[in-house]
C-alpha cells in the first residue's frame, strides 16, 4: 500500500515537521521504497505471540524498577539553561500561547 | 622523558600497555596526554568533533597525583575519547546534529563519570564524530564533516560510531567509547579494522546517551583488542538503578582479570569444547567473497584452537531489517520530540507562533536521515497503522530473539560476517537509503534480541580494507565473548596490523 502526498503531508504535521515539496517528493518516494521491505512482515505469523520490548524478557522476567519519589539531583538551573535558545529571569521564554 | 621510552611510540602502545607504564611512573598521565593531543591536532580524518587541551590536561595532572600518592587502579591516567553521543560537562556534546550545535550538558553520563575522574580516572582527549542521532552506517551522516577510514580516505570509516572507530585506528587514542542500537559498534570497528563489543542489552547505563532507540541503545568500548576492551567494559558496566531503570541488576565483573587468569589445560588448544554456531543465512550469497574468504579464515584458526563449528538457522535473519527499521524509527521519533527549540537546541531565527517554531526549528535542526526516520517512525505510531506495524515488529523481535535460544541449545557463541563487504567509497550510497539498511543485515538480529556482540579484526579483503568476525554470544556471556577473542588475537596478529599511511 503505497503513501500518498497527503499521506506525507499528515505525518509531517504530527512530528512537527516542515518539509519543502521537493522534500516531500523525494521522501514520498523513499518512504514508499522502505514500506515495499516492511511488507515481508506480513508473512510471518505472529498469532498467539507477545510484543517484546525489553529484549532479555525473552529469557526470563525483568523488573523495570521504581526509585524512591524524592529529590536526587542539586539545583543547576543556571546550568541547564546555558543552552536554551531564549531564558528571561531563569525562565524559558516561547512565543505567547494565550491571548 | 624517563624510562628510556621514546615519545613517538606512545601512541602504539594499547590500553593495557600505557596502563602498566603509567603504573610504573615510566611515563606521566601528562606526557601521554601531550602525546595524543598533538597527534589530534594534526588529524585530518575528521574524526573529532571537539577537544580541549585545558580540561584534558587538568585531568591528566589530577590521575599523575593520584599516581604519585600510590593509588593503582587499572586504567589511572590512560586517555581515550568519547562518541559525541555521550554527553559531558566538560566538552559541548552535539550527537553529531546541527540541532545540538554548542549543546553544553550540566552533567555527565554514567558511562563518562564511571571512566572519569570521578571513577576509573581516564582522561578525556575530547568529543568523536558520529551519524547524526547515531542513525546511519557510513558516518556520512554526521551534519558536521563526513569521517574518513584511516586505511583508504576515499572510503567510509563505519558507522555510526564511525569517528571512534578511526581515531582507535589511526592512533589517535588508545580507547574510545562507542553506542551500539543496529550494529554501531561492530560495524565500524569491522570496517576500521579494530575491536569492539556490544553488551547485552541493559549491561550499561544509558544515562547520559542521546537517546536514538530506547529499547536498543547501548554503550560498549571500542579499542585495539579484546583485553583492551575488556579493561574497558569492566569499569563502564554494572547497574544504574536511580538512573537507568532498564539496566540490569548484574553487577560489573572484572573482564580483564578473566583473560589474564586464563590458563587453559587444554595447550595448544586453548579453546577446546568451544562450539561456535555457524548461521547459515549468514554465509549466503548476500555476502561478499572477499569478506567470506577472510571470516572462514578465522573459523580456521579457531579449529586450530580447539573450537567446533557447527551448522544453525537463524530463519528470520531477513526479516530484522524491516523489523528494525520499524522498531528504530518509531522508538526514535518519540524521543526526538524533546527537541523543540525550547529547552535546548537549535530554534529557527523567523516564525509566526509557537506550532510554526516548532516546525521551523525542527525542520532546519534535522538532517535528512533523521527526518526520513522521524517520518517513519511517526507513521507507523499513527492511529491505524499501530497494530500492523508496530506491535507486528515487536512480536516477530520475539520470534528473532527466541530462534537465538534455539541456536544457543546446538553451540556456545555465534560467528559470522559483521557486515556483507568491506567499507565502500564516500557518497556511494548517500542518496539510497534502503540499500544502507541492507547492509546492516548481520547486526540487527542480536541487536533487536539485546545480545552482546563483538567484532575482531580477523583480515583483509578487497582493496587492502579490513574484515571483521563477527561473534554473537547469549545474554550476560561478555566474558566468553572477550576470552573467544583474547585467545583468538594470542594466535594472530590482525588486530596489530595498522594501515599503511600512519
Given amino acids: 500500500m503505497a503513501l500518498t502526498p497527503q499521506d506525507i503531508a499528515r505525518v509531517a504535521n504530527l512530528a512537527r515537521l516542515e518539509l519543502r515539496p521537493d522534500e516531500t517528493e523525494r521522501t514520498l518516494s523513499q518512504i514508499n521504497g522502505f514500506f515495499a521491505l516492511v511488507e515481508q512482515m506480513e508473512a510471518v505469523n505472529t498469532e498467539g505471540v507477545e510484543p517484546l520490548a525489553h529484549p532479555a524478557a525473552v529469557i526470563g522476567e525483568v523488573a523495570l524498577r521504581l526509585r524512591e519519589d524524592v529529590a536526587s539531583e542539586p539545583n543547576q538551573r543556571e546550568a541547564s539553561q546555558v543552552s536554551a535558545p531564549a531564558v528571561e529571569r531563569g525562565l524559558f521564554l516561547v512565543p505567547k500561547v494565550i491571548e | ?52 587541551a585545558d580540561v584534558s590536561l587538568a585531568q591528566a595532572k589530577a590521575a599523575d597525583t593520584r599516581l604519585a600518592a600510590g593509588e593503582r587502579t587499572p586504567l589511572l591516567g590512560v586517555p581515550l575519547a568519547h562518541k559525541d553521543v555521550f554527553v559531558t560537562r566538560d566538552f559541548p556534546t552535539t550527537a553529531g546534529s546541527k540541532m545540538l550545535e554548542n549543546y553544553r550538558s550540566p552533567f555527565d553520563a554514567t558511562v563518562v563519570s564511571r571512566l572519569g575522574a570521578q571513577g576509573a580516572g ?47 585506528a589511526a592512533r589517535l587514542v588508545p580507547a574510545a567509547t562507542g553506542t551500539d542500537t543496529g550494529g554501531s559498534i561492530r560495524q565500524p570497528a569491522s570496517l576500521s579494522g579494530i575491536t569492539g563489543i556490544k553488551p547485552t542489552y541493559g549491561r550499561c547505563s544509558r544515562y547520559g546517551m542521546v537517546a536514538f532507540a530506547s529499547s536498543l ?36 565483573i572484572d573482564y580483564a582479570a578473566d583473560l589474564l587468569a586464563a590458563r587453559p589445560a587444554g595447550g595448544d588448544k586453548p579453546l577446546k569444547g568451544l562450539r561456535i554456531g555457524l548461521p547459515k543465512q549468514f554465509f549466503g550469497t548476500g555476502c561478499a567473497p572477499d569478506v567470506l574468504a577472510a571470516v572462514r579464515g578465522a573459523l580456521a584458526e579457531y579449529e586450530k584452537l580447539g573450537a567446533t563449528l557447527v551448522d544453525v538457522s537463524l530463519p528470520l535473519t531477513e526479516l530484522s531489517i524491516p523489523v528494525y527499521y520499524v522498531i528504530a524509527p518509531a ?55 499501530y497494530d500492523a506495524y508496530y506491535l507486528k515488529a515487536q512480536k516477530i523481535r520475539r520470534l528473532i530473539a527466541q530462534d537465538f535460544q534455539t541456536a544457543f541449545t546446538q553451540c556456545d557463541i555465534i560467528a559470522g ?64 565473548l572477550l576470552g573467544a577473542a583474547h585467545q583468538f588475537q594470542l594466535a594472530t596478529d590482525w588486530h596489530l596490523r595498522q594501515p599503511p599511511s600512519l
Avoid at chain 2, 554526521?142 to 586505511?151: E, G, I, L, M, T
Avoid at chain 2, 560498549?220 to 544504574?240: E, H, K, Q
Avoid at chain 2, 518519540?334 to 530554534?347: E, I, K
Wanted: a negative charge; proline letters at 5%; hydrophobic letters at 35%.
Fill in chain 2, 122 to 168: 581516564m582522561v578525556t582527549l575530547g568529543k568523536l564524530n558520529c551519524d547524526e542521532f547515531a542513525m546511519g552506517s557510513g558516518n556520512d551522516n554526521s551534519a558536521y564533516k563526513p569521517v574518513k577510514n584511516p586505511w583508504d580516505t576515499g572510503r567510509i570509516p563505519g558507522g555510526s560510531s564511525g569517528g571512534s572507530a578511526a581515531a582507535v
Fill in chain 2, 1 to 52: 622523558m624517563s624510562g628510556g621510552l621514546n615519545n613517538t611510540e606512545l601512541h602504539d602502545l594499547g590500553v593495557a600497555q600505557l596502563a602498566a607504564k603509567l603504573a610504573a611512573r615510566e611515563v606521566s598521565s601528562l606526557e601521554v596526554t601531550q602525546h595524543f593531543l598533538a597527534r589530534i591536532r594534526q588529524e585530518q580524518l575528521g574524526a573529532f568533533l571537539a577537544t580541549d
Fill in chain 2, 417 to 480: 560476517p559483521v557486515s556483507p563487504t568491506v567499507a565502500w567509497k564516500i557518497g556511494e550510497k548517500s542518496d539510497d537509503p534502503v540499500a544502507n539498511y541492507r547492509a546492516d543485515i548481520y547486526t540487527l538480529s542480536s541487536s533487536l534480541a539485546g545480545l552482546p556482540g563483538m567484532s575482531v579484526p580477523a583480515g583483509f579483503g578487497a582493496g587492502g580494507m579490513p574484515v571483521g568476525l563477527q561473534l554473537i554470544g547469549n545474554y550476560f556471556k561478555e566474558a566468553q
Fill in chain 2, 217 to 252: 541503545d547501548q554503550a560498549g568500548p571500542m579499542a585495539r583488542s579484546a583485553l583492551d576492551c575488556a579493561l574497558l567494559l569492566s569499569s563502564m558496566a554494572g547497574p544504574d538503578p536511580d538512573r537507568d531503570s532498564t539496566s540490569l541488576d548484574l553487577p560489573a
Fill in chain 2, 331 to 385: 522508538e526514535a521519533s518519540s524521543n526526538l520530540s524533546r527537541f523543540d527549540g525550547v529547552r535546548y537546541g537549535h530554534r529557527a531565527a523567523h516564525y509566526t507562533d509557537l506550532d510554526d517554531m516548532y516546525k521551523k526549528s525542527r525542520s532546519e535542526g534535522f538532517g535528512d536521515e533523521a527526518t526520513r526516520r522521524i517520518m517513519i517512525g511517526t507513521y507507523v505510531l499513527s492511529h491505524g497503522y
